[in-house]
């Protein structure tokens, strides 16, 4: 089946630096990649839609300047929380997407995110 | 606005009880509907999908769900828990948006614990 990684697993900042997140399709070529927040007992928050070589469609009240998304190739997107603060402590979660829209999305692992 | 509700933040049921985890959504249209589930320390799976057709929908792991139109539902089933399904269940509705692939809007979650 479709394989999405993520790394790092887990990461531990200080307030004010900057975070960078991987998102890698294994074994296809994924034209869209989304990524989601989630907080601890809670669903999943759509943060933003990115398509390969366009730019990243991000979700009202999601700061654009603040998550920078690229998704350079068919194969991995990047998140790059900038300037963290411990509210970004989160679970951040990338999804990608083979083809057509109707397709399954497949998850990556997640990646644990605390800002100190 | 557009959501998606399950309506149980916490079930729990001993093994061998039958299953039902309910799901309304408020979106008009052409959608397609999932059930995904999340394992303890694990990442998102997919259960199960409705893209078209037969609106009983058979999964993995003897789970099955049922959409019906004109109630706005997709309720997931399982006639037989076993302790192994204990987990977080999430339904999520797509529908195509241009340029975005199929975004998700997951429900709330619901909590599943099965007593051995």
């Known amino acids: 089946g479709a394989v999405v990684s993520q790394h790092p697993s887990r990461v531990i900042c200080k307030s004010g630096t900057s975070v960078k997140i991987e998102c890698r399709s294994l074994d296809f070529q994924a034209t869209t990649m989304f990524w989601y927040r989630q907080f601890p007992k809670q669903s999943l928050m759509l943060m933003a839609t990115?398509?390969?070589?366009?730019?990243?469609?991000?979700e009202q009240g999601v700061e654009k300047d603040k998550f920078l998304i690229n998704h350079a190739s068919l194969t991995l997107s990047t998140l790059t929380v900038t300037s963290a603060h411990p509210e970004d402590s989160s679970f951040y979660i990338c999804?990608?997407?083979?083809?057509?829209?109707?397709?399954?999305?497949?998850f990556g692992p997640g990646t644990r995110l605390t800002v100190l | 606005a557009q959501s998606v509700s399950q309506h149980n933040h916490h079930v729990i049921l001993s093994e061998a009880a039958s299953l039902e985890l309910g799901c309304n959504y408020s979106?008009?249209?052409?959608?397609?509907l999932f059930w995904y589930v999340q394992y303890p320390g694990q990442h998102l799976q997919l259960l199960l999908k409705y893209f078209s057709g037969d609106p009983l929908v058979k999964g993995i792991k003897g789970f099955e769900a049922e959409f019906i139109k004109s109630k706005f539902s997709f309720n997931l089933r399982k006639p037989s828990v076993q302790w192994s399904d204990t987990a977080e269940y999430f339904c999520?509705?797509?529908?195509?948006?241009?340029?975005?692939?199929?975004?998700?809007?997951f429900g709330q979650g619901t909590e599943l614990s099965v007593k051995p």
């Open positions: 990115s398509n390969e070589g366009s730019k990243a469609t991000y």
């Open positions: 999804s990608a997407l083979s083809g057509s829209p109707t397709d399954t999305q497949y």
């Open positions: 999520a509705v797509s529908r195509f948006v241009y340029n975005q692939g199929g975004k998700l809007i």
């Open positions: 979106y008009g249209g052409t959608v397609n």
